[in-house]
C-alpha cells in the first residue's frame, strides 16, 4: 500500500511555463515532506522541503504547497528551464522516534518531467 | 569527499554469490541511511543508523541482508546468496542529526544485477 502517491509517471512542459507536479499521501503522522530531483545514473539531490505547520515554502524558481487537510502538496517551477527535465520524487517522513534528526524516507514512484524548447 | 560516495558504481553477481556494497558519508554525519530502487519506482528504505547502531532495520527483505557502520561512519551493505529479485540501485544517504528533520543528501548509488 502505497503511502506516498505520484500518480503522474510523467509530465511535459514548454520551456517558460509553470511546472506542476503533484504528490498524495495517506499517513497522517507525517510531518515533513521533501522534494528530490534525479538524474540519470545519478542519485536523488534534495531540491526543496516544508514542514507540516506551513502550507508553503519558496526557494528561487520552486515552490512547495502543503495542503494538510487534503492530505495533498505540489511542487511550482516557474519559469520551466531545460535543465529541470529529470524526474522528481516526493518524500515525507514521521516524527523521529529517536528524538531527532531524520528518519528513513518514504518516496513515490517519481514523475519524469520534460521541458520542450 | 564533499559528498556521499558509493563503490562499487555498478556490480554484476551470479545468483546465488555474496556481494559487499560500500558507502563513504558525507564526514561528520551522524546519520545514514540505505534504500534500494528497483526499475521505475522510488527509493525504498531498508535501514538506519545513528553513528554505529542500527535503529532500524525494519526495511531489509529478508536475512540474506545485513549492514553495518562498526566506527561510526563507513558503512556495508551485504547481501547473501543474491537472487535475481535483488537486482536494483542500493542508494545510500547521510544527514546530520539536527533538532529537526534535515534533508539527507544520496550518493550516486549501486547498480546491481544477478544473472
Known amino acids: 500500500d502505497q503511502q506516498v502517491k505520484q500518480n503522474s509517471p510523467s509530465l511535459s512542459v514548454q520551456e517558460g511555463r509553470i511546472s506542476i507536479l503533484n504528490c498524495d499521501y495517506t499517513?497522517?503522522?507525517?510531518?515533513?515532506f521533501l522534494w528530490y530531483k534525479k538524474y540519470p545514473a545519478e542519485g536523488p539531490t534534495f531540491l526543496i522541503s516544508i514542514s507540516s505547520i506551513k502550507d508553503k515554502n519558496e526557494d528561487g524558481r520552486f515552490t512547495v504547497f502543503l495542503n494538510k487537510s487534503a492530505k495533498h502538496l505540489s511542487l511550482h517551477i516557474v519559469p520551466s528551464q531545460p535543465g529541470d527535465s529529470a524526474v522528481y520524487f516526493c518524500?515525507?517522513?514521521?516524527?523521529?522516534?529517536?528524538?531527532?534528526?531524520?528518519?528513513?524516507?518514504?518516496f513515490g514512484k517519481g514523475t519524469h518531467l520534460i521541458i520542450q524548447p | 569527499g564533499a559528498g556521499v560516495s558509493q563503490s562499487p558504481r555498478y556490480k554484476v553477481a551470479k545468483r546465488g554469490q555474496d556481494v559487499a556494497l560500500r558507502c563513504d558519508p558525507i564526514s561528520g554525519h551522524v546519520s545514514l541511511f540505505w534504500y534500494q530502487q528497483a526499475l521505475g519506482q522510488g527509493p525504498e528504505f531498508l535501514t538506519y543508523f545513528q553513528n554505529e547502531a542500527q535503529l532500524d532495520k525494519s526495511g531489509l527483505p529478508s536475512d540474506r541482508f545485513f549492514a553495518e557502520r562498526p566506527e561510526g561512519s563507513v558503512s556495508t551493505l551485504k547481501i547473501q546468496r543474491t537472487q535475481q529479485e535483488d537486482s536494483a540501485v542500493y542508494l545510500c544517504?547521510?544527514?546530520?542529526?539536527?533538532?529537526?528533520?534535515?534533508?539527507?543528501?544520496f550518493g550516486q548509488g549501486t547498480r546491481l544485477t544477478v544473472v
Open positions: 544517504a547521510s544527514s546530520d542529526l539536527g533538532p529537526g528533520n534535515t534533508e539527507a543528501f
Open positions: 499517513n497522517s503522522m507525517f510531518d515533513y
Open positions: 518524500a515525507a517522513s514521521a516524527p523521529s522516534y529517536s528524538g531527532g534528526g531524520a528518519d528513513g524516507l518514504t
